[in-house]
Every structure is written in C-alpha cells, then in structure tokens.
C-alpha cells in the first residue's frame, strides 16, 4: 500500500495529533513560510525549489511537534513527486523545481542518502510512536533500497554510505560527507540487520578519523588503498554541510556508543566558538584554523554541543543570539529547529537512538 493511498485514520487518531500538533511555534511558523498546502518544503533563496532534504527533515519536525497531518501531507508529496508514486520501489530525487521553459518537475534524479536515512528513520519512528504498521513496513523497504543503491565496501573503512547512487567515485577517490552519518539515526537502524550495526561502527570510526584537528570537513575522499584525504572539489574547508556533524554528535544520550571519544574528539569547534563569539563560518579542517561569522543557524546547530560539553557561558551567548536575531530562510530554520528544539526539550534521542519526543512535557507558549 503506497503512502498516496493511506488515510489519515479516525477522529479520534486526529483529535490526538491536534491536542499537541499546535504547541511549537517555530513550527508552526516554518510551515506557514515554507510549507506549501499539499506538503511542499520550499527554499526561496534557490528558485523556490524543493529536496528530498527538505521533505524528509520535515517529516521528522512534524513527528517531533505530533503532527500527523503535516506528517502526512510531506510523506504523500514526496512519494508522488519525488519517488514516482512509489517510495516502496524508489528512493526520492534529491532536487525538484521549475526548469528553463518553466515546468515543474524533478531536476535531478540522483538520490541523496542522508534524506533516504532520515526519511526511513522518521517513518520507523512514526510507526513506532503512532502505532501505523504501515509507516514501518515502509521505513524498512526504504532502508533495503539504501542498502542495494548506496552502501559500499571501502578500502580501510568498511561497508559505508556513499552520499548517492552515482556521482562520487573518482579517479582520486570516493567521496563521502560525514554529516549523512548521524550516529543516533544509524544506531536506530542496527536491530533491522547486522548490516545496520556494521555501518553504524564504520561510521564512528570515520567520525574520529576524518576530524585530527576536531574540525568536520564538509567533504572528504577515501582513495582506492584506504587513505582519507582531503575533498578533490572542496579541499579542507567545513562549513555548511559540516557544521551538522556538530549537532548530531551533540545531540547523543550519553549511553550512546563512543559519546565521550566523538565529543572530545570535535570539542576545537567549541573551543573556536568560544573565543570569537559565535561559530566560524568556515574552518580549515588541516591548520584548525576558522574565518568569519556563521549565520544565526549555525548558533542553533552548536547549541546542543555546547550543553554536552558544559560551556555554559558560550551556550548563553548562543542562546541570546538567536533571540536577538531569528533565524530566517530554509538552511537557518532547518538547523533552528533541530538545536534550538532540543534546546527546548521537544525531543531527545535515547541511547539506542530512538525518538523521545516531549509531547506531554512541551509548552504551548505563544
């Protein structure tokens, strides 16, 4: 049964999302701002185009905030619009927007692993939390063709995920970005099959590895004998993909496998955070050096690493400056929802990285 065909469920299934649904203004604003009716997440500052990022992140705000009406609406546009009409059978294209001659319709049809991982952890944990049999049946088919499409056996690293089905072997080495590994959503995943277990540890590994500075790389490479070198295209600058590393790792139960080694190991970003007053914009992930200023999402995305960490003095700062200054467009708001949510106790990830949402806990403050 296809997502397109399932019904939203009784009266009484919708009163329940509705007693919660409407207690996170940030939310309820993005979905105001950025959402379309028939469950579109649009970034104005690209054309108004739409990912399977987009989609899948929020799948999980509306699975945080008790949504399961937003929940719906995202899950049916990205199956009909970005999978085919089938999520059971195809993985969204990654990009989807108005082309030359002004239709709209996918742009790139190359999958993006990190939404294939979000979105099969947001439908395992729906299905868990919501009782919807059928949100897992499709979590684990997604979770399937992520294994067939993406994974791969890497010299020196193991079975790894490769940011997408085509595209990111090259001559100089395959190309990975260790912000699509989220240790909690793939420890999530390890009781489905060994193969879960096998890719959560390569990715700590990883983690530890690519990071001897404690800066995150937006990208790297893996040559074919193993060695981890610095990106072909982007070289040792993190940034924006980067800075997601930071607050995955921040986010950890502290049961979590290799909580206190991953958090040492990226505590430099903190320590530069500290100093300048908020998050550089870029690092140099080799001299450990960072230049500018992050925008306001980037102070969200530390949040929950400065909490972990106890920098209570830089995490006020933060704090203070996401008051003085809300965060505005796509990137921002996403990373806003994710740290300052956390902040606020919306939700947490148990060690076993299974969601711990605060529906009964949440304020509803305007």
């Known amino acids: 049964m296809t997502a397109g065909k399932w019904l939203l469920g ?189 890719l959560a540890r390569n990715s700590r590994k990883l983690l530890l590895d690519s990071a001897p500075k404690g800066l995150a790389p937006d990208w790297l490479a893996v040559t074919d004998n193993g060695t981890l070198r610095h990106d072909p295209v982007n070289g040792a600058k993190g940034s924006y993909d980067a800075i997601r590393v930071y607050l995955w790792l921040g986010m950890l139960d502290p049961s979590a496998p290799e909580r206190n080694a991953l958090l040492e190991r990226y505590r430099p970003m903190v320590e530069l955070t500290r100093k300048q007053g908020v998050p550089p914009e870029t690092v140099n992930v080799e001299s450990g050096a960072g230049t500018g200023q992050g925008p306001v999402g980037f102070s969200a995305a530390m949040l929950p690493l400065l909490a972990a960490l106890k920098e209570h003095s830089a995490l006020q700062q933060q704090r203070q400056r996401l008051v003085q200054t809300p965060a505005s467009g796509y990137y921002n708001r996403v990373l806003s929802l994710f740290g300052q949510g956390w902040d606020e106790h919306r939700y947490r990830f148990d060690g076993k990285g299974r969601l711990v949402p605060g529906w009964e806990t949440a304020q509803c403050e305007n």
């Open 10 to 198: 009784s009266a009484l299934w919708l009163f329940a999302s509705m007693a919660t649904a409407g207690c996170w203004p940030a939310w309820e604003q993005f979905k105001t701002d950025l959402i379309s009716a028939d469950g579109r997440v649009i970034d104005p500052a690209q054309g108004r185009i739409s990912t399977s990022e987009g989609q899948t992140y929020g799948l999980f705000f509306a699975l945080v905030a008790n949504d399961r009406e937003s929940f719906q609406h995202l899950l049916n546009w990205t199956e009909n619009n970005l999978a085919g009409g089938n999520l059971s059978k195809q993985l969204p294209a990654w990009k989807w927007g108005q082309d030359e001659h002004g239709k709209w319709r996918i742009l790139d049809s190359n999958n993006a692993s990190d939404a294939d991982l979000w979105l099969a952890y947001s439908l395992l944990e729906a299905g868990r939390l919501w009782a919807v049999a059928e949100y897992r049946e499709l979590a684990i088919e997604v979770l399937w063709r992520v294994a067939a499409q993406t994974l791969r056996p890497l010299p020196g690293v193991g079975v790894m995920l490769l940011p997408g089905d085509r595209g990111f072997v090259t001559a100089q080495g395959t190309r990975l970005n260790t912000s699509y590994l989220p240790p909690q959503v793939l420890e999530r995943f390890t009781e489905l099959a060994p193969l879960w277990d096998e």
